[in-house]
């Protein structure tokens, strides 16, 4: 997972004092002066995004169906390279896109099995693979040298000012923080790191909106109404108290976060001394040994969250359970991770989140296409099967489980115009 040689950043250094630097520089465009300055880039975006894919309309209004998985990763690009380093990459518009996510897919499955069999990479088996794509994969040349091309505009927008919240990580790498920081290698790590990571989670997070709130009414409609109830269509919306106190809201947002971590595979760690035992028969962990558990699959525990394949954003509403099973509940909802190796944006993922949630409810309504019978996830199309647990019909159909979640298709939605 390194790019280059010393490219760490803060999810692959290893050195606590390396990572607490790398850290402290990233988190120090993530404070609330950032956010407010930038935030407008979330809502450009996405006024973007909503007035291409409506563009074609039926007699009735209603939009064609678009594949939500394709275009949620141009926003999600699009949307973070304005918001993290103020430049356009235009991926909603641009066919560029056909020769960038492809590369990018073949690179996650890379990156998720090296980190499964880390023996392979090295072996050098990924500098060679890396070698013969190049050569062999047409796209892989074209990302390369579109690659090139962003990291040069990034680092000429920030060199001078943050025009991003990733500016600092920017200036440190090129020397001009006061505190330790980043070098070059770690500030190409850590910028590309953070940029296509937080693109890919906001865009499962997005799909999650359409897939889940599609298959249960009864949380789209009460959402909506909430929304609604606060804002007019074509109103801009920020990210302010009144959206924050949503109780609603943030349950629609963790059951979506919880049924689609964005990060949803196993996140090793290390076992420092000896005395940590793990499971219920106590295992004992040597040091230097590295544990981990599957965030995908402790989301879906049934033994922490009751009818854990339904999505029921009322689990997290105050006064749904037993106080002891919605402790419970809250103490083990990790998407994020927990202690100093977890998330950094966490918090920037949640006002994201709420701000793209409630722009398209007041602005929209979505419904599946017909294109959606033909991928299953709540439909009975190929392969499907009567289910054995509430909710596993209407479960989005995965290809991977690895760090960052994935599937090929869908949501398939239809949208429109509220009035």
């Known amino acids: 997972m390194i790019p280059l040689d010393d490219g760490w950043s803060t999810m692959t250094s290893i050195d606590k004092t390396l990572h607490k630097n790398l850290r402290q520089t990233l988190r120090s465009g993530l404070g609330n002066d950032y956010l407010k300055r930038f935030e407008p880039a979330i809502l450009r975006q996405l006024k973007k995004y909503y007035a291409e894919l409506t563009k074609d309309k039926k007699p009735d209004g209603w939009s064609n169906a678009v594949n939500m998985r394709k275009w949620n990763l141009y926003l999600g690009f699009d949307t973070m390279s304005d918001f993290g380093f103020g430049i ?13 996510f492809p590369t990018l897919h073949v690179h996650e499955k890379k990156m998720g099995l ?54 600092p990580v920017i200036q440190s790498g090129l020397g001009q923080a006061k505190t330790p ?12 790191f953070s940029v296509f990571s937080s693109a890919d989670a906001y865009s499962i997070t997005l799909s999650g909106l359409f897939h889940y709130l599609s298959h249960y009414p009864e949380a789209y409609e009460r959402l909506a109404a909430e929304l609604r109830g606060m804002y007019k269509p074509g109103e801009d919306i920020v990210w302010d108290s009144r959206l924050e106190s949503n109780v609603y809201l943030r349950a629609v947002i963790n059951e979506v976060m919880r049924l689609l971590p964005p990060a949803c595979g196993v996140h090793w760690r290390e076992c420092e001394k000896s005395g940590v035992f793990v499971g219920p028969n106590r295992v004992a962990v040597t040091p230097g040994s590295d544990v981990g558990v599957s965030v995908f699959a402790l989301c879906r525990d049934g033994r922490i969250f009751r009818d854990p394949l339904r999505f029921w ?9 037993v106080e002891e099973e919605f402790a419970t509940a809250r103490k083990m909802f990790v998407p994020f991770l927990i202690g100093p190796r977890n998330c950094a944006g966490s918090h920037v993922a949640v006002m994201i989140a709420s701000i793209t949630y409630a722009y398209t ?9 017909p294109e959606q019978q033909k991928i299953g996830g709540g439909g009975g199309g190929p392969g499907y099967r009567s289910p054995v647990e509430e909710g596993e019909d209407k479960e989005l159909k995965f290809e991977s489980h690895y760090s960052i979640a994935g599937w090929d298709n869908g949501p398939f939605i239809e949208l429109k115009a509220t009035q």
Do not use: C
């Open 361 to 369: 409810l007041v602005n929209y309504d979505f419904r599946f296409g």
């Open 313 to 321: 954003p009322e689990r997290w509403v105050p006064g749904t359970l």
């Open 181 to 192: 920081g980043h070098n070059k290698a770690q500030m190409i790590a850590e910028g590309s």
């Open 88 to 100: 356009s990459t235009n991926l909603l518009f641009d066919s560029a896109r056909d020769f960038i």
């Open 114 to 167: 090296y980190e499964q069999l880390p023996t392979l990479n090295k072996l050098g088996i990924g500098k060679v693979i890396a070698k013969v794509l190049l050569k062999v994969f047409p796209q892989a040349k074209r990302f390369a040298e579109w690659y090139e091309s962003f990291l040069n505009k990034a680092v000429a927008a920030n060199t001078t000012e943050s025009r991003g919240i990733f500016g």
